[in-house]
């Protein structure tokens, strides 16, 4: 990158700069003519000094340049009198204000663009850097410094820019034209005007040196400050196991303590600059009073030329204000430019086209795998792969065994390509690794560490994330769309970033071996299976919300389900206590009292389960049922029972949050209230007390509390509410609930609940798990198993696949590896977090799928190695020996004492 | 079956016979209502235990598999019966496995919730003290004569 920002400012921006300062310069004339009307319009217009009415306009506006007279309006007598001029000149005024505020408006906005763009490209080209950046450059340097960079240091940058040139340019023109204009009217008193400004040339740059140093000291300790606030965030598991809150919170105290003794310091500087400045320019009056004033006492200078030095002087101090302005803001766009852009050019990183340029060439790699002399060092220039010559047969299962440090999983990473040796070389099937871009590395070698990562995103965004390379077929846009795309690609291109269209289809099928979409689900399933992660992939899709009237089929068949699951239960009278099912006209024992009201999901906040009771309609529909005077009663008799139940435990007992309907904070409300109350006249009580035990009888499960408080007469009643309810909906209130309706798809509910269509029971032994087995048998019925584990592949994953169990994540890992069917599958400890059945099972599964291909598997357990068809041994960074399992295991010393350890 | 039903039972169990029954409710509405079907067990031998049963209604049957695979029906269990406790009490593996021979109906108090009202309410520590030092009394008395049995037997066989 260019090493200044005036360097990186003029290469990509010349022609916008130059722009702007032509329109700067065009501006000029008219706001000289904007200060000078008014003049014209006091002096002529008003006062009459200087002319005679009626005034000839035509001849009025002649200028004559050079001798010749050129009549402005034209060769025409305009005779008008006083009052019409100054109409006259006063539109005039009102035009120029229209002109110069436009002009303003222009530049400012073009300003900003050009800055904005400039940013863009700036921060592009950064984020690109990051990601070519050699992988031990991350060990050095953490998000938390590479996010401000990119993101918050950079962006004052954006407003400099479009100032770089044209304001000094502009300025320094007009500080020239004023200097000039008062050099022609006196020399000895343009000379005054202007002496001091050698000091302040000479004395600021030595003040602002000091400020700079410290500003860099600033961002530096931002910088580490952000670093810290992101380790916070991913070691706060630790600062809670080990209450080391407060050292935690002293660091970071410590930190503030220091940026803000900088910043005291800038403080400090700046403002004593801006003293000294200010004062240097008040010293010009003073020299003018003092010296000046004896020259006119003295008689060897007219009071005129004094009077029109000083106010020549006053006109330069704002010209002259704006560039030291300038200087400043420079010099902290320079430091900020120059901080950043140092941290992003890593030793060993690799040039653009590495990534950018896809190679004409991407046939399977086949042959052999030879290393020569590979060697790695660590960051004290220890070895760590220590010249290692090796042969590989891309058509054979190899196993790398050894310690953990034995350098095994730095072999595997170098011969992913992922880390540049720092001596030898690496030939893939007759390429030489070096050169080979990442898009032969990237697609025909697949390499999976022990903890790999998983994106925010969907399952298949996951999966399928090693076939996004290149747009593959362009997205299909109406004209609006299409249009807004020419504008990003124009945009893109002129801040230099990529034109790539992230809604274009990324997926290379035919890398999958696939021709489609569906096809691609398929194979990403079967791709799971092998791993053994199918059945969680399925539950996910159980549990995930459709959207009927897009995926119609599916919504039928899941009905046909929820069908099937009914006949199963008549079929068989132990399973019929498992479920009550949703009917419209039963009260439902195992689902609350809200949820029998309502009789349908909640869509949104408005009917949230939890604060039924504060909902106007629900308590208006209670009202009109006559049932207020009824769960007012009941909800002061499970008041009264919670009161008896958990007043004598202590408020933090878990018991309060596994069981109470009132929180251990509420408890001494709720006894309050009981005692102030009368039970026999609770309508009396103040809105707040019935509002709180309105509330409660919403929470009652007959089933689950078996509190007796339910009764034949209350659910009676509830069923007249549910009715009530759904046939008074008001209109505005009809999309927050959807209704139970057993030949209707409930898109708000999942697939499970769906065809489950009812409340698993309270009560039965093992209810939950007889349902899934149910559920599974319906669904295998049907076949619709794999449907159903499609629509798990949208499941989202979270933040960094947090939604996931390190296992799954591991497995999605290797599945999104296995889907692009690499020819050399490369794994470092790969299934170590794994429990050992599973490995077991995936080591089988993997072995026979790359039988006759590559596979090069770090083990993390010597004895795993049994099955491959040859095997490596690494001891201190070295290649001990390779040999089969069967000789190894007899003859080698090592291995045999690292299988006696296990 | 109320709540109230299930704190009467809980009285007629002699290890919670004199807990205030303010405390028994507690335990009732704490613990969870579980019914099995004919032939469905409550727990295996071996299992880790993690809750003691109150048979509300019905028969079961207390399973015990020696170590050459012989299933033994050692005990019938009806209406009253706690079954379970040991294993909670003593972190030992369940010693028995019990099996419904009819709709079972019970009410299942976690080990959780059993050592914590145990430590809440010093009361029910006590009864279940004294429970146990029947029970222990009860075990010397039947060894006492199951010895003295035995020294019969030998007497009559020299």
Redesign the interface.
């Known amino acids: 990158m260019e090493k200044t920002i005036f360097g990186y400012v003029w290469r990509f921006s010349r022609r916008q700069q130059i722009t702007m300062t032509i329109m700067s310069a065009a501006s000029l004339p008219f706001l000289y003519l904007f200060y000078e009307v008014p003049k014209t319009i006091i002096n002529e217009a008003i006062q009459g000094i200087g002319v005679e009415y009626p005034l000839n306009l035509g001849e009025k506006m002649t200028v004559s340049i050079f001798g010749v007279d050129i009549p402005l309006l034209g060769p025409f007598d305009l005779i008008i009198d006083q009052a019409p001029y100054l109409f006259i000149l006063c539109a005039v005024f009102l035009l120029l204000v229209g002109v110069n505020q436009g002009f303003k408006y222009v530049i400012n906005v073009y300003k900003g663009l050009t800055g904005e763009r400039m940013l863009r490209r700036l921060r592009f080209e950064l984020y690109g850097r990051v990601l070519r950046f050699p992988l031990p450059t991350f060990k050095k340097m953490s998000q938390g410094e590479i996010i401000p960079m990119i993101t918050a240091e950079v962006e004052p940058l954006g407003g400099f820019i479009g100032d770089a040139f044209s304001l000094p340019a502009f300025q320094g023109g007009y500080l020239a034209t004023i200097l000039a204009f008062l050099f022609l009217q006196d020399w000895r008193m343009a000379a005054a005007a202007v002496s001091l400004y050698p000091l302040q040339l000479w004395l600021i740059p030595k003040l602002q040196r000091k400020v700079n140093l410290l500003g860099k000291e600033r961002v530096a300790r931002v910088r580490r400050l952000s670093d810290k606030i992101g380790e916070t965030v991913q070691g706060v598991q630790e600062a809670h196991a080990h209450d080391t809150s407060n050292f935690i919170l002293t660091n970071f105290a410590d930190q503030l303590f220091w940026i803000y003794g900088v910043r005291e310091r800038i403080y400090r500087q700046k403002f004593v600059i801006k003293f000294l400045n200010n004062s240097i320019q008040q010293l010009g009056p003073f020299a003018f009073y003092a010296i000046g004033g004896y020259f006119v006492i003295e008689g060897q200078l007219e009071i005129g030329t004094l009077v029109a030095a000083i106010a020549a002087h006053k006109d330069l101090a704002a010209p002259w204000k704006e560039l030291l302005n300038y200087y400043q803001m420079q010099a902290d766009a320079s430091i900020k430019y120059d901080q950043v852009v140092s941290q992003f050019g890593p030793a060993g990183m690799r040039g653009p086209d590495y990534q950018l340029i896809e190679p004409d060439d991407l046939s399977p790699l086949s042959g052999e795998l030879t290393a020569t002399n590979l060697t790695l060092n660590d960051d004290q220039d220890a070895p760590v792969v220590d010249g290692i010559s090796l042969r590989l047969e891309l058509d054979k299962r190899y196993a790398i065994v050894g310690s953990g440090g034995s350098g095994k999983e730095e072999l595997t990473l170098l011969l992913a390509r992922l880390l540049d040796p720092d001596n030898g070389n690496l030939n893939l099937g007759g390429n030489d690794a070096a050169i080979l871009s990442e898009a032969v590395t990237g697609r025909r070698i697949a390499h999976v560490g022990a903890s790999a990562f998983v994106f925010a995103g969907s399952i298949a965004d996951n999966l399928f994330l090693g076939l996004k390379h290149r747009p593959l077929a362009p997205a299909d846009y109406d004209d609006a769309g299409a249009k807004q795309r020419a504008t990003y690609v124009d945009e893109a291109r002129r801040s230099g970033n990529i034109e790539y269209d992230l809604h274009a289809d990324w997926i290379d099928y035919a890398a999958a071996g696939v021709d489609d979409a569906a096809a691609l689900r398929q194979s990403g399933l079967a791709a799971l299976k092998r791993i053994g992660m199918d059945e969680e992939v399925y539950q996910f899709g159980l549990r995930g919300i459709i959207d009927p009237t897009v995926r119609t089929d599916l919504a039928v068949a899941i009905l046909r389900a929820r069908a099937g699951l009914r006949q199963h239960m008549a079929d068989d009278p ?1 399973l019929l ?1 498992l479920v009550e099912g949703f009917d419209g006209a039963a009260y439902n024992m195992n689902a609350s009292v809200g949820e029998n009201l309502m009789f349908g999901n909640p869509v949104g906040d408005t009917f949230d389960v939890e604060h039924l009771a504060e909902h106007p309609y629900v308590l208006d529909v209670l009202e009109q049922v006559g049932l207020t005077e009824q769960f007012l009663s009941v909800g002061f008799q499970v008041a009264s ?1 919670m009161v ?3 007043a ?2 202590p408020p933090d ?3 309060f949050q ?2 109470s309907f009132i929180s251990a904070d509420e408890l001494p409300d709720i006894q309050a209230l009981l005692q102030r109350s009368d039970r026999a006249n609770l309508a009396a009580l103040p809105d707040e007390d019935r509002g709180q035990l309105m509330s409660l009888p919403f929470k009652l499960i007959p089933a689950r ?4 408080l339910v009764d034949d007469d209350l659910q009676a009643k509830v069923l007249e509410a549910r009715r009530y309810f759904a046939a008074n909906l008001p209109e505005d209130l009809a999309k927050s609930v959807e209704f139970f309706d057993a030949d209707k798809y409930n898109a708000s509910a999942n697939i499970q609940d769906n065809i489950l269509f009812g409340k698993v029971a ?5 209810a939950a798990d007889r349902v899934g087995v149910l559920i599974s048998q319906v669904v295998e019925e049907l076949g619709l198993h794999e449907t159903v584990a499609e629509v798990g592949l949208s499941f989202e994953v979270g933040i960094a696949g947090s939604r996931l169990s390190t296992a799954q994540r591991q497995k999605l890992a290797l599945a999104r590896a296995l889907v692009k069917r690499p020819d050399i599958l490369i794994m470092s400890e790969t299934t170590a977090s794994l429990d050992s059945a599973t490995q077991a099972g995936i080591m089988e599964a993997l072995l026979a799928d790359f039988d006759g291909r590559c596979l090069i598997w770090s083990v993390q357990r010597t004895s795993m190695a049994s099955g491959f068809d040859e095997v490596l041994v690494m001891r201190q960074g070295r290649l001990m020996e390779r040999g089969s399992f069967a000789e190894l295991s007899e003859s080698n010393e090592y291995v045999k004492e690292m299988l006696a350890s296990e | ?4 039903e ?1 704190v009467e039972l809980l009285r007629s169990i002699p290890l919670f016979a004199n807990i205030e029954p ?1 405390k028994l ?2 335990l ?3 613990s ?6 004919e032939g ?1 067990s ?1 727990f295996h031998q071996g299992d880790i235990g993690d809750a003691a049963y109150l048979v509300v209604d019905g028969t079961a049957d207390v399973v015990i598999e020696g170590p050459d695979g012989n299933k033994i029906t050692v005990a019938q269990i009806g209406r009253n019966a706690f079954v379970g406790e040991i294993a909670i009490l003593c972190d030992v593996p369940r010693t028995a496995t019990i099996t419904a021979t009819s709709k079972l109906d019970t009410l299942r108090v976690s080990k959780d ?1 059993f050592f ?1 009202l145990v430590n ?1 309410f010093p009361t029910m520590a006590v009864e279940i003290m004294r429970e146990l030092a029947h029970r222990q009394e009860q075990s010397n008395l039947q060894l006492t004569q199951a010895n003295q049995r035995i020294r019969e037997l030998e007497n009559r066989a020299g």
């Open positions: 132990a206590d029972t008896e139940l958990f004598d435990l007992h878990e018991l596994q069981f509390h078996r509190l007796g309270y009560g039965q032994a093992q | 079956m109320s709540l109230n299930e303010s409710k507690l009732a509405f704490t969870e209502r579980l019914a099995f079907q469905q409550l919730l914590r809440e």
